[in-house]
């Protein structure tokens, strides 16, 4: 019997004789409605970073994007970029005396000097064991929100 498309076999998933479609790995996949932030000022960044047993885990779990006004959350689970419009603004809980894990939030924006920039780029892309972001300013500022294993890095 042949499929009627292409396939791969994953290791495990093979030996239970599951099949999984091929997909295209050179176009970002893309989950929510990609947001128009060209040409727009950045009012705020916050970065909500992932921390267990006090050790950092993950520097943005959730990216924060205040833009006109509006929240937007960026997200990465594993090569899935995940773009969300938020009618609430990125807020701190501290874990309680039993707890390991930590999501302490970080002013990327005024830490960086990009807040109440313009935006002039936004860009997707695949990359080896996952997906990254960039950002590109007016004032000549880049960063990159890079998921690689399902976790995000901030390279600026």
């Not at 295209?24 to 916050?46: A, F, M, Q, S, Y």
């Amino acid at each position: 019997d042949s499929a009627p498309f292409p396939v791969v076999f994953v290791p495990r998933a093979a030996q239970r004789g599951v099949m999984f479609q091929k997909m295209d790995t050179t176009e970002p996949r893309i989950n929510g409605e990609w947001p128009d932030v060209l040409n727009k000022k950045l009012d705020e960044l916050i970065v909500q970073e992932y921390w267990y047993a006090g050790k950092q885990e993950e520097q943005a779990n959730v990216v924060w994007l205040k833009i006109n006004g509006a929240w937007l959350r960026l997200y990465f689970d594993s090569a899935i970029i995940f773009w969300r419009s938020s009618e609430n603004e990125p807020s701190y809980s501290a874990p309680g005396p039993n707890e390991s894990h930590n999501y302490p939030l970080r002013n990327l924006g005024a830490e960086l000097r990009v807040r109440d920039q313009t935006i002039v780029k936004c860009e997707p892309t695949v990359i080896v064991n996952g997906a990254q972001v960039t950002l590109s300013f007016g004032n000549g500022r880049k960063l990159t929100f890079k998921s690689v294993n399902d976790s995000t890095t901030i390279e600026t």
